[in-house]
T-cell receptor
Framework: SQTIHQWPATLVQPVGSPLSLECTVE??????LYWYRQAAGRGLQLLFY??????ISSEVPQNLSASRPQDRQFILSSKKLLLSDSGFYLC????????????FGNGTRLTVT | AQSVTQLDSHVSVSEGTPVLLRCNYS??????LFWYVQHPNKGLQLLLK??????LVKGINGFEAEFKKSETSFHLTKPSAHMSDAAEYFC?????????????FGQGTILTVHP
C-alpha cells in the first residue's frame, strides 16, 4: 500500500531564517506531487505541483520554492521566511491518471515568529 | 472555470442524528467530485469520490453523497452522527483533460457533534 511521510510535524522559525520541509511517498512510482498551504480561516491553496523529477510548476508567486530531486521526494524551501509564511503545509500525491484523488500527508504546522 | 461552494461554514448536530453537509459546484465540463475530512492538525482524508459512474456514492465511515447534475449539487450525508465525526469537511471539484487535474477546494464546513 502507498504511504506518504511529511516532516517535521511542527516547526517554529524566526523571520528571515531558511526553511526546508520534506515529503516522501512510498509504494508507488511516478506520482504527481503537490504542496498546499492552509492558512487559518482560509481554504487550501495550491503552492506547487510536480509531474516528474525536476519538473515544478508554481501556482502562486511567493518567496517559497519547491524541488523534486527524486521520483518520490518533494521538498519545500525558503531562503528567508516571512511572517505571512505561517500556516499548515500539506504534501499530497496522486496517480497520473484522471480522475485521481489526492492523498495527503499529516501536514507541518509552521509558525514564523 | 470551475468553483465549489459549501453552503454552511458550521453545522452542529447531536450524536445519533443525521448529518447533511451541502456542496454546490460550477463546472463547464463533466466534473469529478470528492469529499475530504480533516481532523485538527491532521492531513485531509478522502471520504468518497464521484467519477461519472453511479450518482449515489458510498464512502468510508458510513458517509455517502449524491451527485445531482440538475441541481449542480454533491451533498454529503450520514444517517447517524458519531462523536468521532467532529471535524472539518471539504468538497472538491476536479476537471480532467490532462494528467494533472486542477482541484478546486471549498472553504470547508466544520461539523460539531454534541453528546
Amino acid at each position: 500500500s502507498q504511504t506518504i511521510h511529511q516532516w517535521p510535524a511542527t516547526l517554529v522559525q524566526p523571520v528571515g531564517s531558511p526553511l526546508s520541509l520534506e515529503c516522501t511517498v512510498e509504494g508507488t512510482s511516478n506520482p504527481n506531487l503537490y504542496w498546499y498551504r492552509q492558512a487559518a480561516g482560509r481554504g487550501l491553496q495550491l503552492l506547487f505541483y510536480s509531474v516528474g523529477i525536476g519538473q515544478i510548476s508554481s501556482e502562486v508567486p511567493q518567496n517559497l520554492s519547491a524541488s523534486r530531486p527524486q521520483d518520490r521526494q518533494f521538498i519545500l524551501s525558503s531562503k528567508k521566511l516571512l511572517l505571512s509564511d505561517s500556516g499548515f503545509y500539506l504534501c499530497a500525491w496522486s496517480v497520473r491518471l484522471y480522475p485521481s484523488p489526492l492523498h495527503f500527508g499529516n501536514g507541518t504546522r509552521l509558525t514564523v515568529t | 472555470a470551475q468553483s465549489v461552494t459549501q453552503l454552511d461554514s458550521h453545522v452542529s448536530v447531536s450524536e445519533g442524528t443525521p448529518v447533511l453537509l451541502r456542496c454546490n459546484y460550477s463546472s463547464s465540463y463533466s466534473p469529478s467530485l470528492f469529499w475530504y475530512v480533516q481532523h485538527p492538525n491532521k492531513g485531509l482524508q478522502l471520504l468518497l469520490k464521484y467519477t461519472s459512474a453511479a450518482t449515489l456514492v458510498k464512502g468510508i465511515n458510513g458517509f455517502e453523497a449524491e451527485f445531482k447534475k440538475s441541481e449542480t449539487s454533491f451533498h454529503l450525508t450520514k444517517p447517524s452522527a458519531h462523536m468521532s465525526d467532529a471535524a472539518e469537511y471539504f468538497c472538491v471539484v476536479s476537471l480532467g483533460g490532462t494528467s494533472y487535474g486542477k482541484l478546486t477546494f471549498g472553504q470547508g464546513t466544520i461539523l460539531t457533534v454534541h453528546p
